[in-house]
């Protein structure tokens, strides 16, 4: 295979192979997935053959350190070495995640597995595809979660949003008027919850986007 472009941030490479005719998947939108949904893991564990798994979605927008971008997919889904970049499907078939990372103290699956969401994924091929690279857009914010002695100072019935820490000076934030002490709540109409979501949600949209901050 050829390598057409890499992104350690998110660990997700694009690849060019020289063969026709090979089968394909469908790509279904990973943000619709929901708690609970059922799932399935493909992939060659320990190097026996291809394997298939079945599993719920324990969790969304799982930030576990290991990359810099991350919006990862938790599922009890069995996910061991040998699984890493298989496809994470729904009932359906369709793609909505690449299997990345366990956290496991055996080496082996322990019911916690993490995938790259598709949507993430997709958006960083696409950008392989048409520059070799990702060029990431940005705020100039320094995001701070709200907990619950935030919301109750700022009189908000229950945690939620983002709080403005710092606007640094000569950046899109800066620019657009955002103050120290502000509230994001959702960016183009998608509701934030952490300082990852933001960072995420900002860095995946395109440079010189008019993003509507609310």
């Not at 991350?70 to 069995?78: G, H, K, L, N, R």
């Not at 000076?169 to 002490?181: S, V």
């Amino acid at each position: 295979a050829k390598i057409i472009g890499t992104d350690p941030p998110t660990d997700v490479a694009l690849l060019k192979i020289d063969a026709k005719g090979l089968p394909t998947i469908e790509v279904a939108d990973s943000a619709k997935l929901r708690i609970g949904d059922q799932v399935m893991a493909i992939g060659n564990p320990f190097g026996v053959g291809q394997t298939i798994t079945m599993g719920i979605v324990s969790a969304l927008g799982r930030n576990i350190g290991l990359t810099a971008y991350a919006d990862f997919i938790q599922t009890d889904a069995s996910i061991n070495p040998g699984n890493s970049g298989g496809a994470l499907v729904n009932m359906d078939g369709k793609l909505v995640g690449m299997n990345s990372a366990i956290l496991s103290r055996s080496g082996g699956s322990m019911g916690i597995g993490f995938a790259i969401p598709s949507g993430m994924a997709m958006k960083v091929v696409e950008s392989l595809k048409s520059d070799g690279e990702v060029k990431r857009a940005y705020l100039g914010v320094l995001p701070q979660e709200v907990d619950q002695s935030l919301a109750d100072y700022y009189g908000m019935d229950k945690p939620r949003g983002v709080l403005v820490a710092q606007v640094n000076d000569d950046t899109p934030a800066a620019a657009a008027g955002l103050k120290e002490g502000d509230i994001i709540l959702a960016v183009d109409g998608k509701e934030l919850n952490s300082p990852n979501a933001l960072r995420n949600l900002i860095s995946l949209s395109d440079i010189g986007h008019a993003a509507r901050v609310q």
